[in-house]
């Protein structure tokens, strides 16, 4: 921290002064060389929504990112001691039990998903909805290929993202054992819902 305060903080304000200075000039150049382009609004000190869909994608020939990571993943990257990949033996346990509970999806536990929501510096814990208001998930970062979103977003490539709800709840639930806290959430399946409406609707039409 000394090192990053005291050697590259300087350096670095001293670059981005100027180039802050001049972001008005070059948004009013590219509103005038794309005027039919639709751009954002200065949204500084307001609530801001974003929406998307969850989807992977391909920064590359042969690379595919898939939009969701589970469990399984991050225990393959488990390394006893390390600061960013020791993992606690409770959970490592749990793991091997297969003990995900109501939260698994077809024998896995989801962790994290990815969309193509717009996002910045800032949203980082922002509530992720699905179209029914449900909280699904909270957003936490982006993608290395779409950190350059702040200039220019590419629907392509430009990906953030989100810790699945499922996971956080699995934490507290069953890793945690805080279930007087899941006893006051209401935790809705909206999928489940919609198939059982489905299937009632097939009924009744069937009699």
Known sequence: MDAYSQKLTPEYNAIKAPLDSLQRYYMAALMEVLPDKKFYPDANGTMRVTYGQVEGYEPKDGVLYLPKTYLD????????????????ERLLA????????????NGRLPINFLGSNHTTGGNS???VIDAYGNLVGLNFDRVWEGTMS?????RSICRNIMVDMRYVLWVIDKYAGAKRIIDEIQVVHPKEGAEKKKWKKVRKKKW
């Open 94 to 105: 749990l793991h091997d039990q297969k003990d995900y509970g109501r939260y698994g999806e």
């Open 125 to 127: 814990g922002s509530a």
């Open 73 to 88: 993943g991050l225990v393959a990257k488990y390394v006893p001691g390390d600061y960013e990949f020791d993992l606690p």
């Open 150 to 154: 702040d200039m220019n977003y590419d």
